[in-house]
């Protein structure tokens, strides 16, 4: 690689000292939890507090249409719907240029049914009699609840395997460090959603999941080096087996979010504003879940302490070496 140069940007050795900023660290996650509670929370508004609920978990309607072989004025119909007060209104084009999905919120007090059949006589209106309707789904507020509920449920049901998975492998203390880390990235994932008004979703638990899932990778990559370390520097003080482990991993974590960056970064400029808001949350989650993974996971085993066991540390084989 000596023809690419940019490559040496990130050292292959770093000697930073990172457990010497943990309270700061501490104090600056525990400010960013209470206040990321505070915005998604207040005020106490069902069903989403302050969150932005999307149709989703709100309540609405879903109409698919096409117009071939010409394609669907998007602007003419966002134009129509907007005039009738339908809350929020998303038109997307998907598959040719002649579908396109159509989503609406059902004003309080209306019938869905009724207001889903005035909305189809306005697109039909706008668009002419040309315009097929492939697919209309009425979401009532018993559904979208059910929803909400569900997607809650995933996020806890994920962090709580994770911390199990995290027991097995490692410690207790490794997983309680690893769910605080969880707990603090998707607070703080939920406060950027409050913060940017974003639409809570279906897609948004997703990119949530996928945040728990990133943020975990990365805190396993520095607990196994830790865990190496711990049985081959038996007399290093503990926060020095922390700083050594979490040095030695660094350029992997950068080299690896950065990347990731780059192709969120992408999709969130050429991806139009329905994909906006997950990129935004991916990649905030990305940055996040790298911190986190550095001053709230590995500062917990710290506080908590461990044993270090007797066994010897088993150093890593070559890729191309023979068995």
């Known amino acids: ?5 940019l490559i040496k940007i990130v050292p292959v050795k770093t000697h930073f000292r990172f457990v010497a900023f943990s309270r700061l660290a501490a104090v600056a996650s525990i ?20 969150l932005t609920c999307g149709i989703d978990f709100k309540g609405g309607s879903v109409m698919e249409l096409t117009t071939a072989p010409k394609a669907v004025d998007l602007g003419a119909v966002r134009g129509a719907l907007s005039a009738m007060n339908m809350g929020d209104v998303q038109v997307q084009a998907f ?18 049914t009724k207001t889903a059949d005035r909305v189809k006589g306005e697109i039909t209106r706008v668009l002419g009699d040309d315009v097929k309707f492939s697919r209309i789904d009425v979401i009532g507020p018993k559904v979208s609840g059910e ?3 569900k997607g809650v449920l995933a996020l ?24 605080m880390a969880l707990f603090h990235d998707v607070i703080l994932t939920f406060g950027l959603i409050a913060v940017t008004k974003l639409e809570f979703s279906l897609t948004t638990i997703a990119a949530i999941l996928t945040i728990i899932g990133y943020s975990m990778n990365d805190t396993v990559v520095v607990f196994d080096r830790l865990r190496e370390n711990l049985r081959k520097y038996k007399r290093m003080p503990l926060r020095e087996v922390i700083d050594l482990s979490i040095n030695e991993t660094l350029s992997r974590t950068i080299i690896t979010g950065l990347t990731a960056l780059l192709a969120l970064g992408g999709l969130a400029v050429f991806g139009g ?6 990129s935004l949350i991916l990649m905030f989650g990305i940055v996040i879940g790298t911190y986190s993974s550095i001053y709230v996971a590995a500062p ?3 506080l908590w302490g461990l044993k270090r066991g007797e066994e010897e540390a088993e150093p890593l084989k070559p890729a191309n070496a023979r068995t």
């Open 1 to 5: 690689m000596s023809f690419w140069p």
């Open 31 to 50: 400010v960013a939890v209470i206040a990321s509670l505070g915005f998604t929370l207040f005020p106490f508004k069902p069903p989403c507090g302050g």
């Open 95 to 112: 598959g040719s240029p002649s579908e396109a999905m159509v989503r609406f919120q059902t004003p309080e007090g209306s019938d869905p």
């Open 147 to 149: 929803l909400l509920g």
């Open 156 to 179: 806890l049901l994920a962090i709580g395997l994770m911390l199990i998975y995290i027991w097995f492998r490692f410690e207790v203390q490794f997983g309680l460090g690893a769910v």
């Open 273 to 278: 504003p329905t994909l906006f808001g997950m």
């Open 300 to 302: 917990v085993i710290l």
